[in-house]
């Protein structure tokens, strides 16, 4: 969606930076072409389970694929009947972030060697956080965290298209399905890859939905196998209701002519006009983006040549990414998923506060979670400083909030956060330690929340290193 143009900035940046102070410009579009179309392949692919080999020889792994069990690959077809528009990926492996992918193809290796189970049991392996988006259906928003993300997590998504409808209960049961597949073996011990805990992150409408998922995990025993350790909501959109997007946008969604094309201009000046401008801050992100573009800074959580890498090849493939949301798209999910879902969460949170709650209808199976609030502080869509401090009060009781300073709705995941640092420090469970990776080096106010890169180059990495070897690699070409 248009909405989400501000979060290219960061990201356009590095590769700006690159066209500005680098020669050899002229064997640049091949390799544009080629990513682009290689990731909208395998965003194809890497569903579900985020086994890619599943469904595609073009990604079949010597080593790992005869692992697969038959009822896995028959799980993953028929979740893709079902719900042709959603996917469950694994980000880092989709874009061919070294780490994430070796770790993977490792543990298909282990299980191919040792045909069983129990080696990979004997390793602990790292909890799953799953991201819920916001009702643009798009993982973007927090690409910049993912990396030092996936230090801790195995890190997945939910990704959903534009011609997608389904209901807010359906995206709910879709999730603990999901959720279910990946921490309940069943039947199939052999091929088992278990998640032994799970963390949720819901952004804006990912909040709500996310809130409604972890109220069932903890309320009904049919997911009891499911070790929810715990909840990070940034900017939730429990609030939607007392919020500006509440008051202008369906107005725009509902607007219409007898002349479809006027309805249609109508339409898009409207978007860009009256919604866009809730979504952006007051000019933070721009003033990072200057300072990437003159090579003087790097958010800290990207500031090593892998994650440099990363960020250039993510802003080569924003033009397939960036998704414009068609009038009845946004007529439907400001109803059925945001109206919807915040209406259930108040009566939800009403019934708490008359003590008539129950397991199954109200919340106080959330107190107790840790929960991680982060909002931006000059949010104009939703009134999310004021809602954190509600929900702290009123349905969580393990609650910490954090305000990310001159952030915005679409910027509060960009470059001044170190989320994976606020987590490791509320959640005990995680590994707060880890080989090679620091997050104390302070920043410099004029840098705005950004650090000194890590090279201290005058200029950026050269966007034809962004496919090296040492930065950039795919799950089918990993043993060759």
């Known amino acids: 969606m248009v909405l989400l143009f501000c979060l290219g900035l960061a ?19 091949s390799f544009v072409t080629s990513y682009a179309s290689h990731h909208s392949c395998r965003r194809q692919q890497l569903t579900f389970q985020s086994f890619p080999c599943l469904t595609n020889n073009k990604y079949r792994s010597k080593s790992g694929c005869s692992a697969l069990s038959s009822s896995l690959r028959q799980e993953a077809n028929d979740f893709q009947s079902r719900h042709p528009h959603i996917e469950f990926v694994s980000p880092l492996i989709e874009d061919g972030y070294p780490p994430a992918v070796k770790e993977y193809q490792q543990r298909l290796t282990q299980h191919t060697l040792d045909g069983s189970s129990s080696s990979l049991q004997s390793t602990k392996r790292k909890p799953l956080l799953l991201y819920l988006p916001g009702f643009d259906g798009t993982i973007l928003a927090p690409f910049i965290q993912f990396p030092s993300l996936g230090e801790s997590f195995d890190v997945r998504g939910m990704r959903v298209g534009m011609e997608d409808r389904s209901t807010f209960d359906e995206l709910k049961s879709i999730v603990l399905d999901y959720l279910s597949s990946q921490c309940d073996c069943g039947t199939d011990k052999l091929s088992c890859e278990k998640h032994e805990e799970v963390y949720l992150m819901g952004e804006s409408f990912g909040g709500i939905l996310a809130i409604e998922v972890a109220r069932e995990l903890r309320s009904r025993p049919e997911y009891s196998n499911i070790q929810l350790k715990g909840l990070t ?12 997007l509440y008051s202008l946008g369906p107005p725009v969604a509902n607007r219409s002519t007898f002349f479809p094309p006027i309805t249609f201009l109508q339409y898009v000046s409207s978007l860009t006009g009256e919604l866009v401008p809730l979504f952006l801050d007051r ?18 959580v990207l500031n090593s040549p892998q994650r440099e890498a990363y960020l ?26 945001l109206e919807r879902g915040a209406t259930l969460f108040e009566d939800r949170l009403e019934m708490t506060k008359q ?11 959330l107190k107790g979670l840790n929960t991680l609030i982060v909002v931006g502080e000059l949010d104009l869509t939703l009134p999310s400083v004021e809602e954190a ?16 300073r001159g952030a915005g709705h679409a910027s509060t995941c960009g470059g001044s956060l170190q989320l994976i640092r606020l987590m490791r420090d509320l959640f005990p469970d995680l590994e707060d330690d880890v080989a090679g990776t620091s997050y104390d080096q ?9 650090v000194p890169r890590y090279d201290n180059a005058p200029i950026g990495m050269s966007p034809l290193n962004y496919w090296k070897r040492d930065y950039f690699q795919r799950i089918d070409n990993l043993n060759e």
């Open 355 to 365: 003590n008539i709650d129950s397991d199954e209808e109200g919340l106080l199976s």
């Open 11 to 29: 990201s356009i940046a590095t590769v700006a930076s690159g066209f500005v102070n680098h020669s050899k410009l002229g064997e640049l579009p």
């Open 283 to 300: 000019g933070m992100a721009l003033q990072q983006l200057t300072l990437m573009l003159s090579s003087k800074a790097l958010p800290i």
């Open 233 to 244: 909501l940034v900017n939730p959109a429990t609030s939607y209701l007392r919020s500006s």
């Open 389 to 404: 401090h509600r929900l702290a009060s009123e349905v969580f009781d393990s609650a910490r909030i954090h305000v990310v």
């Open 312 to 337: 250039g090849r993510v802003a080569f493939d924003l033009a397939n990414r960036l998704k414009f949301m068609p009038q009845n798209t946004l007529k439907w999910r400001l109803e059925e998923w």
């Open 442 to 450: 302070p920043s410099d106010p004029e840098l705005m929340g950004l």
